[in-house]
């Protein structure tokens, strides 16, 4: 990955989508040359000279100090997610600013936190890396996820199954908007680390494999996944709409995504039927897309 091109189109991207009046200048009718912003009127808004953002925007962030980019994220009205991509981009091109402590990478999970994981006995919840990677799931999630998760088959890249594997379109019902935030997410962690090999990898084969993964990259949006609504369809309990919630382990480079349903709602009726049925231990089997090049059979598809 370019980081220096990366942090050209972010800018731009950011600045293309934002007009003259939400921005509160006044726009001098409809001969515009260029979408939202012009350059000139970024740095007016973030209080700098014309050439030096011109800089910025070509992609040097060293140097750019965090009162620099604070600005320049209030001009362009970042959202969190954003701003904090403007900061990891910036800390990879030289940043002037304190480095946040490198998370140790790990794809195999503490005890005590197979041990959390077990317990919720009435939730749905995985466990995964910053690379998407699930690595541990309860019965319960295993069964709503309809054997995608078997213990055999893990780590399952949820990425990757969107993109690769048709039976996602299936399982996702807002297909579309699920692609938006993991390719957001896959972005942010791109910027976050762009060192990591295997990120880099994932992000390749997604590119060079599919088309609707290359067009949302290319938009250069950033997700910070905390909480989202999902609409799920299981084969057991038809379709279930139920609330996921992030919960970073600090130091371990892994997040909890826990399932809930709206008390009192159809969904926590059919949570307690999808678990009822978990106990009796059968779960119906969906094949799942293999990384390329692999060369064992892919489980579930025979």
Request: glycine fraction near 8%.
């Amino acid at each position: 990955m370019d980081q220096r091109q990366d942090v050209r189109d972010f800018l731009v991207s950011r600045r293309a989508q934002l007009s003259p009046e939400q921005a509160g200048l006044p726009s001098y009718g409809a001969n515009r040359r260029v979408p939202g912003l012009r350059r000139e009127e970024v740095a007016l808004l973030a209080g700098l000279s014309v050439d030096y953002y011109g800089r910025l925007e070509r992609g040097n962030l060293s140097g750019a100090s965090e009162s620099v980019l604070e600005a320049v994220a209030r001009a362009l009205q970042l959202d969190d997610a954003e701003r904090q991509h403007l900061f990891d981009l910036a800390r990879s091109r030289g940043g002037t600013f304190p480095r946040p402590r490198r998370r140790r990478s790990t794809s195999e999970p503490r005890p005590a936190i197979r041990a959390i994981l077990a317990g919720m006995t009435g939730v749905p919840a995985y466990v995964r890396t910053s690379r998407m990677e699930i690595v541990a799931a309860n019965e319960l999630c295993r069964a709503l996820y309809g054997g995608v998760l078997d213990e055999e088959r893990l780590p399952v890249n949820l990425a990757r199954y969107l993109f690769l594997d048709p039976h996602s379109r299936g399982f996702f019902l807002d297909w579309d908007h699920v692609a938006d935030d993991f390719t957001g997410a896959l972005r942010a962690q791109a910027g976050r680390d762009p060192r990591d090999k295997a990120l880099s990898d994932l992000i390749g084969e997604l590119s060079t494999r599919s088309d609707e993964f290359v067009a949302r990259w290319a938009r250069q949006n950033v997700r910070l996944h905390r909480t989202a609504r999902k609409r799920l369809h299981n084969r057991l309990v038809g379709d279930i709409e139920l609330t996921g919630d992030a919960l970073e382990f600090s130091g371990d480079d892994l997040t909890l995504i826990a399932y809930t349903a709206d008390p009192g709602s159809p969904a926590e009726e059919k949570l307690r039927l999808l678990a009822s049925w978990a106990a009796t231990g059968a779960t119906p089997h969906t094949p799942v897309a293999r990384p390329a090049g692999a060369d064992r059979p892919v489980p579930g598809s025979d």
